[in-house]
């Protein structure tokens, strides 16, 4: 089960005699309501709803998050993604790192840095608030951060 959350404004609500409030994420919630068996399993260790990859994986969308957050907070430019991305990859849990090194290796790196900071349609500069605008906005803000990786 996830692990207790205490929000501060509801602190003094908590009843330290009784037992400890669940905290449900989306798929716990869904993982219970959908079948009670598979969400008792779950939560107490009986079965492993991960993986070598899947730890892999979010390791890696993990630093591309980082990446698209400091294009957006800080306006980091693509030497500065790129060099972001390398050190975070570089920094990765141990067991993870071969894989995520292999996963983001310097020519993805760059793709990604490119596709964060420049426009399909037309290679300009990209707007920062694109990672956050809606599908479909218009003109600078079209918040159309997708593309096609191929690297080869």
């Not at 300009?124 to 951060?145: C, F, K, M, N, P």
């Amino acid at each position: 089960m996830n692990t207790q959350q205490t929000i501060p404004e509801f602190a003094g609500f908590i009843d330290d005699t009784g037992p400890a409030p669940l905290v449900l994420d989306r798929s716990t919630g869904e993982r219970w309501c959908t079948c009670p068996r598979q969400g008792w399993f779950v939560d107490n260790g009986g079965v492993s709803n991960s993986s070598f990859a899947a730890e892999s994986g979010t390791a890696c969308h993990a630093i591309i998050a980082a990446a698209i957050k400091a294009r957006h907070k800080d306006g980091a430019q693509h030497f500065d993604i790129r060099q972001l991305m390398t050190e975070l990859a570089a920094k990765s849990r141990p067991d993870l790192q071969p894989d995520v090194l292999s996963a983001l290796t310097g020519s993805a790196i760059w793709k990604i840095a490119d596709i964060i900071c420049r426009r399909r349609d037309n290679g300009a500069e990209r707007h920062a608030d694109d990672a956050i605008r809606y599908q479909g906005g218009e003109g600078e803000h079209s918040g159309q951060l997708a593309a096609d990786l191929t690297i080869k």
